[in-house]
């Protein structure tokens, strides 16, 4: 016998219906399902209606022909109107079948299906939510749908979840946020607006549904979508996030920081082509994340500096002041705070920035520098050597205002005494491998120094460390320049008044101190002891410039020299030119300087300078006969006694001016060592054509004019006063 046929659960009238391409029919299938599936449910017959359902799944959702998968779908949503409030009993047999047709290729199907799913939702509620995540990704798909119908009903069917979700508390948000947190970063512009409608609507309930606490799993997507080409997105985007921030304050207790102001922070720098909305969003959120955290935010500190300082020389006016309002804030909090702050991780951002291309982010970060050192500088020591090597390096800084605020910094530090003689060293080092920087910035860094650290620790220290110096030539061009400053920085007129006098130890000591360093360059310590008054050995000097090796270099700091004699520096001296018989030394200086120097300006200058002088002394000592008396001789003598009996300056017994001359000829010997020996390497280097050049920078002691054209180019226009005096 054949196997009994299988009888189908519903009747073959049913079927054609359902199958018919006739909207109608389908219908009219539809309502003979719903019929029978009330009866079934009056009678109980739960077996019977899971084979129908089952079959409407398998023979309809599943077929091959659209008319059988669109009557399919009518069909089960007129189950679940049959069903009634016992829907819920068979929702796993209702919806994912219909959710399957959400991607079918038939856009007739894919609008039946959001249609039926509907009538689901409405029948089945809140058990509708059990699929929720699967529903939310399907809608979200559909949001983007090409038919126009198909979104249309997509977003009836939306609107429907939107309700059922907030009219209760079935709603598993924790269930959710994974789905949301893959959702977020969609780009196309449809989807968006679904994904932030959702959220709008989710931060609505806020007694029902905590988003707040959520915010990092989808706080980044929306900055993201900030970017979005249309208006209306960004608009809307923005509004959505003032409103979580609105909800982080106030409900920050809920709100992990941590994840949430390094999201923020990886937004600060993007760049949009909307009037840098992203950044201006992100920078505006740091500043109120930092209100709002307080101590939270002390241990991202490090990571806000790197983000917020570049914007602080950003290309957007609005972006940059709100980093400045921001930085200010952080500023403050570190400045007031209790908590421990991690010095080192501030000082590793601070070394970060200092590399900066622009400048009010270098300013910024050495200000940061100062603030915490002002906080608790000895904590700052501990860390110092870290930030050492980059605050030294930033002396090279192309910008002066970096390098001034650098020097604040630096000399905030050399308070310590281990740190100031590491300056000093360091200083030199710079200066030695960093000529340019000497030429340059070395007057800068000298004098701006000196405003914070006393000039005569300063001019100590550098002494000592330049004292026992091999390179001759590095030698004597940083004491050159050390010298220029002392004799004309505005900041160094104290130390050059207590130099003037010697009358005391701390004086004299001082005077030894430089001396000994300054012997590095002739000129150089000729012009301190001009400075200090002790003429006399000033004169010795001179004689002793008779034994140097002449060289152009030497003659042009004899011309430097005679410019400054012409300053208002040494108004004192050429008013003590006005004494020649107490201040016979100074003439012998003067004199001796004249016989070096070529025929040249500075020559004709200091010639003048005398001739005018001597020719005033002379008159001074003519006899005159007081009232017509006969001994004009006896008359004479005593009017001008005071210039023929004059007492001499005599030099400072505790200063032994023996050894110091037999230092600077020593030392000078060096020199002339090291000179000659770099000669002859330069010699034997050179090409044949240039060895049959006679050297240049050796000079004939006899050769004159040689410096008319040099020392013209060498001039001081600043520090000359009012001119040479003319001859009488």
Avoid at 472 to 488: G, K, P
Wanted: hydrophobic share 40%.
């Amino acid at each position: 016998m054949s196997a009994a046929k299988k009888v189908e659960p519903i009747s073959q009238a049913t079927v054609r219906n359902l199958n018919d391409k006739l909207y109608d029919k389908r219908k009219l299938g539809a309502v003979e399902i719903e019929q029978q599936i009330k009866e079934l449910n009056k009678q109980q017959d739960h077996d019977k209606i899971m084979e129908i359902l089952i079959h409407l799944n398998d023979a309809f959702i599943r077929s091959t022909s659209v008319s059988s998968r669109k009557g399919g779908l009518i069909a089960l949503a007129a189950a679940a109107l049959g069903l009634g409030t016992d829907v819920g009993k068979y929702i796993n047999q209702l919806v994912p079948p219909v959710l399957s047709c959400f991607m079918d290729q038939d856009n007739k199907v894919r609008y039946y299906a959001c249609e039926s799913l509907y009538n689901i939702s409405k029948a089945a509620r809140g058990l509708t939510l059990n699929f929720f995540n699967d529903l939310f990704d399907e809608l979200c798909k559909l949001a983007a749908d090409p038919d126009v119908n198909v979104r249309s009903a997509a977003d009836v069917l939306d609107g429907l979840l939107k309700d059922i979700v907030t009219e209760g508390n079935q709603f598993d948000v924790e269930l959710f946020v994974p789905m949301l947190s893959k959702r977020i970063y969609v780009t196309n512009t449809e989807c968006r607006k679904f994904l932030v409608s959702w959220l709008i609507v989710l931060d609505s309930v806020p007694d029902i549904i905590e988003m707040v606490q959520y915010l990092h799993s989808f706080l980044d997507g929306l900055f993201v979508m900030l970017s979005d080409s249309s208006e209306e997105i960004r608009n809307v985007v923005g509004a959505t996030l003032a409103e979580f921030l609105a909800q982080v304050k106030r409900k920050s207790s809920k709100v992990n920081f941590g994840n949430v102001v390094q999201i923020v922070l990886s937004h600060c720098a993007t760049t949009d082509p909307y009037n840098y909305i992203t950044s201006q969003t992100a920078v505006s959120w740091v500043t109120e994340l930092i209100t709002i955290g307080n101590n939270l935010i002390l241990p991202y500190g490090s990571q806000i500096l790197n983000s917020v300082l570049p914007c602080m020389a950003h290309t957007s006016r609005a972006v940059e002041e709100l980093a400045k309002g921001a930085n200010k804030r952080l500023l403050d909090l570190v400045t007031q705070t209790t908590e421990s702050v991690d010095v080192k991780s501030f000082l590793g951002a601070v070394q970060s920035q200092l590399l900066n291309q622009r400048v009010p982010t270098r300013l910024a970060a050495l200000r940061w520098v100062l603030t915490l050192y002002l906080r608790s500088s000895s904590e700052l020591l501990g860390y110092i050597d870290d930030i050492f090597p980059a605050l030294l390096k930033t002396l090279s800084d192309s910008s002066e205002e970096v390098v001034r605020l650098d020097l604040q910094v630096l000399a905030k530090l050399a308070s310590n005494d281990v740190y100031f003689g590491r300056l000093m060293s360091s200083m030199i080092q710079l200066f030695r491998t960093d000529r340019k920087l000497l030429e340059h910035r070395g007057n800068l860094i000298i004098r701006q120094l000196s405003l914070s650290i006393k000039p005569e620790q300063i001019y100590r220290a550098l002494s000592k460390i330049l004292e026992p110096e091999e390179d001759a030539e590095f030698a004597s061009t940083i004491i050159q320049s050390l010298n220029l400053i002392l004799l004309t920085a505005t900041e160094l007129h104290e130390l050059r008044s207590d130099l003037k006098n010697l009358s005391s130890d701390n004086s004299q000591d001082l005077f030894t101190c430089l001396y000994k360093s300054w012997c590095h360059s002739p000129t150089a310590v000729f012009s301190l002891c001009l400075l200090s008054q002790v003429y006399e050995h000033a004169s010795d000097l001179v004689v002793k410039f008779g034994d140097l090796e002449v060289t152009v270099s030497f003659l042009i700091e004899i011309d430097r020299l005679v410019q400054l004699l012409e300053s208002p520096i040494f108004i004192f001296l050429r008013l003590q030119l006005l004494e020649p018989q107490r201040y016979s030394y100074l003439f012998k200086c003067l004199y001796g300087l004249l016989m070096l120097l070529p025929q040249s300006s500075a020559f004709e200058t200091l010639k003048n300078r005398l001739t005018s002088v001597t020719s005033l002394g002379v008159l001074q000592l003519i006899p005159k006969n007081p009232a017509g008396t006969a001994d004009s001789t006896l008359a004479s003598r005593t009017l001008n006694s005071h210039f023929l009996f004059a007492e001499q300056p005599t030099l400072p017994a505790k200063i032994n001016f023996s050894e110091l001359l037999t230092t600077f000829v020593q030392r000078q010997q060096k020199h002339a060592e090291f000179l000659r020996r770099a000669r002859i390497q330069n010699e034997q280097t050179s090409t044949s054509a240039s060895q049959q050049v006679p050297p240049q920078d050796t000079l004939d002691k006899s050769d004159s004019g040689i410096l008319s054209a040099s020392s013209s180019m060498q001039m001081i226009p600043d520090l000359r006063g009012s001119g040479s005096s003319s001859s009488k």
